[in-house]
């Protein structure tokens, strides 16, 4: 498990995620991050998957 600080920026609430967290990811400065609800209602992050956005509609 791993928790994040929530900061505020401007009109924004944020969080930061760790070089360990971006690279466990395989993300990089400028990536999209999806947020997704899960069945029992919690959120799971993941990276950004064009294909699995297209495909969404469809389902």
Do not use: C, W
Not at 31 to 44: F, Y
């Amino acid at each position: 498990m791993m928790s994040f600080k929530v900061t505020p920026q401007g009109a924004f609430a944020v969080f930061i995620l760790t070089k360990e967290t971006m690279a466990h990811m395989r993300g990089k400065n400028g990536d999209i991050i999806s947020l997704t609800q899960t069945p029992n209602g919690g959120l799971r992050l993941t990276p950004y998957d064009p294909d699995f956005e297209r495909q969404m509609p469809l389902t």
